[in-house]
């Protein structure tokens, strides 16, 4: 009798458990290790990731009032889930630490939430997947720094542990973004004026805030169904071809002065850390457009194929993305 009364409780308990899913985000623990004054640095990460948590939520949660495609909405929801498991881990930390975290949004991401009520369908899905692709992308920069450089150990290790979550967000954006129908309109227009500038970014040296150059364009990515530009490719240097690499930036980072371009909110050190960009058969860029040529640091033009189309010292980018150096 007492052998059934078990079975029947490991049943029970059994059943009675809660399924996970096999897509769910890890939730970043929030054990604190140790007391004392927070520094400035970790203070000043700790507000702005609240910040950016109570923004993705509010937002995530118009996707789902105002968005018309279907998968911009389970983006908004998924942007809600995840930033509240995040939100929830920094609270208890912040409490257990006596850290007063911001309660309300500031004003930069409280104009672009107001910007976004006043939106709906086609519209409202380009403008908020656009402003997801910015967001993330000065989030992953923000937790990334922390995480390598932060000095309480606690809010170090919940950026490294949230770090690759957030990074997974900038991804799932930027897949969605092109399969987002552009806004008419208004939106049509500035693409056309967009792309009389970024014909005159090719080939210009790109540059850190801090003056450090980061490399120079190579190409600029557009989108599919607007033409408006999303990344901009850069040829990241390395001798005669070896330790050259193209890697991909945002294209809303970037501002141009003079003949150079600006990245704004990112190092050097981050660009050597990125993934190497890699062309695939749906890739729509300026380079392929005209001509399936894209203009180097040298000012030549050189083949997505791999044939030299311009000055013998101009670097060459094959369909796989890697570049070699054609002799002189």
Not at 75 to 87: A, C, N, R
């Amino acid at each position: 009798m007492k052998r059934h009364h078990l079975l029947a409780t490991a049943a029970l308990v059994l059943f009675t458990a809660p399924t996970l899913s096999l897509a769910q985000t890890p939730t970043p623990t929030a054990k604190v290790t140790e007391k004392g004054q927070v520094a400035q640095q970790d203070m000043t990460f700790a507000n702005k990731a609240a910040i950016s948590d109570m923004f993705e939520i509010q937002a995530g949660k118009l996707a789902q009032d105002q968005a018309k495609d279907q998968k911009v909405k389970q983006f908004g929801s998924h942007m809600v889930s995840d930033h509240t498991k995040t939100s929830d881990a920094m609270k208890e930390m912040a409490q257990k630490k006596s850290m007063a975290l911001p309660t309300k949004l500031d004003s930069e991401h409280q104009q672009k939430l107001d910007k976004l009520r006043g939106m709906k369908g086609e519209q409202f899905d380009s403008a908020y997947m656009q402003g997801q692709v910015d967001a993330h992308q000065t989030a992953v920069s923000l937790f990334r720094e922390e995480a390598q450089n932060g000095k309480d150990a606690d809010l170090k290790r919940f950026a490294e542990q949230t770090l690759p979550t957030l990074e997974q967000h900038l991804r799932m954006a930027r897949d969605q973004r092109p399969a987002v129908a552009s806004a008419g309109g208004a939106a049509g227009g500035a693409a056309a004026q967009q792309g009389n500038s970024i014909e005159q970014m090719m080939g210009k040296d790109v540059y850190g805030e801090n003056g450090n150059k980061l490399g120079d364009v190579a190409d600029i990515i557009l989108d599919a169904q607007s033409g408006k530009a999303t990344q901009v490719i850069l040829n990241r240097g390395g001798v005669l071809g070896i330790g050259a690499k193209q890697v991909a930036l945002d294209y809303n980072l970037l501002r141009t002065d003079g003949d150079r371009v600006v990245a704004r909110q990112v190092t050097e050190d981050q660009v050597k850390q990125m993934a190497e960009f890699k062309y695939d058969d749906n890739t729509v860029s300026l380079g392929k457009r005209n001509g399936d040529q894209n203009t180097g640091s040298t000012g030549g033009a050189a083949n997505h194929s791999g044939m030299s189309g311009g000055a013998a010292t101009s670097p060459t980018t094959n369909p796989d993305g890697t570049q070699t150096r054609n002799p002189q």
